[in-house]
Structure formats: C-alpha cells, structure tokens
C-alpha cells in the first residue's frame, strides 16, 4: 500500500547541534508536507513543498523536496529548546485526496 | 474563530460499549479526516471525507463508522469498543484539493478497558 516511511524515529542532540528527518515515499507525491507536534498537543502546519527540488527556509528550519518527488528531508540548524517535539511529513499520493503521514521523528534536545 | 473543535477530551469505555466522537470545524473546509496516533506509530488515517454526505475509508478504517451530515461536522463512531482501539484521535480539516494544510483539533484521548 501508500506509505511515507520517516527516519529516524528518535533522535537526542545536544542544544546547538544541527538536526536532519528524512522522508521517503514509495509513489510519488504530488505534494509534501511538514508538521511539528510538542508533547501533549496536536500537530501544527509548518510548511509544504510541491515543486520537484524545491527548497524552503523558515529560520533555522531548510526543507527540500526531491527531484522524483518522492523524498524529502527537515534540516535544523543549531537546535534549541523550543525545537523539542516530533516532526511528521505528510503527502499527498498523485490522484488521491487523502493526507498520509509519516511515522515522526522524536527530537529531544540536551541542555 | 474556534477552529476545530473536538469533544470529548478524554473518555473511558468499557470493551463492548459504544460511543461517537464529534469533530466541528468553523472554517467551512471541504475536507476532514480522523487520524489516530499511538506510540510509534504516527498518525494513521482511518477515515475521510471530502465533502457533506461523503466519506471515504483511510489506512485503518476497521472497527470505526464516519458520518459527514453536515459539511462543519465530522463524526466517528465506534460500534463495540474494543482495547486495541486505545488511542489518541485526531480530527482534522483543510480546504478542498491536496495543496492545501490540515487544521488539528486538540485530540481525544479514549482509553478502552
């Protein structure tokens, strides 16, 4: 079936170190999204990719989306506190409406 | 603006025991899903709807009901609870098409015994 496959699941850094989820779907995507959950809430929108290599920035968070459109990675530079929480990607299967999400990536961050 | 709107919060059943859970959206979205999220596992989709009086089936859509009525409202039912059904529920809603962001609600939290 449809799946978007994330690693790694869990990942610990010290504050100040970068950050990288990866996302890879086994069809491709028509689009790419990126959502952020904190401990005890629900997931926020953070961005969506939909060009093939796109690239996106927001701060200290640098999206991509691959040229086949069927991987796409989260990279944070210089971590801190704030960025505790767990990162989904999510896509939308081409010819389907439905919003499939990855499995997230837990990030704690060491003081 | 609210924005969705999940009841109840939090909810004990018994295995065997029915109940809906309600998702309302104040957006007039198209689109609404239930998700649920259990530890390491994401968020799976059970079911979908893209419209009033339609609905769809997601990843896991055992065990589970969706009513759309009304294009503000999402239901999901569960006809006989059973304990693999604990879980945390998500509904969400966005506007038509698949270029367009989903809005969570706060989540339910159901514990089935």
């Known amino acids: 079936g449809q799946q978007v496959m994330q690693i790694p699941q869990y990942q610990h850094v010290q504050e100040g170190e970068d950050f990288t989820t990866y996302c890879n779907s086994s069809?491709?995507?028509?689009?790419i999204q990126w959502y952020k959950q904190r401990p005890g809430g629900h997931p926020v929108f953070l961005i969506q990719?939909?060009?093939?290599?796109e690239v996106k920035k927001q701060k200290r968070l640098t999206f991509q989306f691959g040229e086949a459109k069927k991987n796409s990675s989260l990279h944070i530079t210089a971590t801190q506190t704030t960025d505790v929480g767990t990162y989904f990607c999510a896509g939308h299967m081409n010819r389907d409406d439905k919003i499939i999400f990855g499995k997230g990536t837990r990030l704690h961050i060491l003081p | 603006n609210a924005g969705v709107t999940q009841t109840p919060k939090f909810r004990v059943l018994k295995t065997g025991q029915s109940m809906t859970l309600l998702c309302a959206q104040d957006?007039?979205?198209?689109?609404m899903y239930w998700y649920r999220q259990d530890p390491g596992m994401g968020l799976r989709l059970i079911h979908y709807s893209v419209g009033e009086g339609t609905t769809a089936k997601g990843e896991v859509p055992d065990g589970y009901n969706v009513s759309r009525l009304k294009k503000q409202n999402f239901l999901l039912g569960l006809e006989s609870a059973a304990p693999s059904q604990t879980s945390v529920y998500f509904c969400?809603?966005?506007?038509?098409?698949?270029?367009?962001?989903?809005?969570f609600g706060q989540g339910t939290r159901l514990t089935v015994v």
């Open positions: 069809t491709t995507l028509s689009n």
């Open positions: 957006m007039n979205h198209e689109y």
């Open positions: 990719l939909v060009k093939s290599g």
């Open positions: 969400a809603s966005s506007r038509a098409g698949r270029a367009t962001e989903a809005f």
